[in-house]
């Protein structure tokens, strides 16, 4: 009798291990494949590849209005892409900074939308020393222009932020944009 009941409860037990562990190893492929679709956005211009490495893809949202120093501005959150020139042609392209629009009309804050003469934008190419600039100082929002020769790729990374100045702005302020890679020619 007691080897029934050993045997039962052991019966038991491996079927529930078995179930746990299945569980754990599905999860984890869900999880995994979500986060790792999210992670990637490939935009295809044409000619070239852009591959935008952060979860927002080419959309850079400041939701969270506060004025901050230069120092603290550069350790703000970054939006890095890659410009790929897979054909056996160089391209010249131009990358811009538009601003997104649909989001401004969905969030419905066309009048609290921060003014581009208190932003400041940091453009760092190929892992060189940034440069950062007031957003409207640059003309037509064209923020860099280049030509990249066959086969090769150029990393890039912006960071955004709201400069500290004497200019009174409402804390519920926002700036919605999207970076555009245009080929030109």
Wanted: hydrophobic content about 35%; charged content about 25%; aromatic content about 12%.
């Amino acid at each position: 009798m007691y080897q029934k009941y050993y045997r039962r409860h052991m019966i038991k037990s491996a079927i529930i291990i078995i179930f746990l562990f299945s569980f754990a190893i599905v999860s984890t492929y869900l999880i995994y494949n979500n986060f790792s679709s999210k992670r990637e956005h490939d935009i295809d211009t044409g000619e070239m590849e852009v591959v935008f490495h952060g979860k927002e893809g080419n959309k850079i949202n400041l939701t969270k209005f506060t004025p901050v120093s230069d120092a603290v501005g550069l350790s703000s959150t970054e939006y890095s892409f890659t410009v790929k020139n897979s054909t056996t042609n160089s391209v010249s392209y131009k990358i811009v900074l538009e601003s997104n629009t649909n989001r401004i009309n969905s969030d419905e804050c066309f009048t609290k939308t921060i003014p581009s003469e208190l932003l400041k934008l940091s453009l760092r190419v190929d892992h060189q020393t940034p440069v950062a600039k007031i957003l409207s100082e640059y003309q037509d929002n064209v923020l860099y222009e280049d030509t990249l020769e066959a086969d090769s790729e150029e990393d890039y990374s912006i960071r955004l932020w709201a400069i500290n100045s004497d200019f009174v702005i409402d804390r519920d302020s926002h700036y919605h944009a999207i970076i555009k890679v245009i080929e030109e020619g």
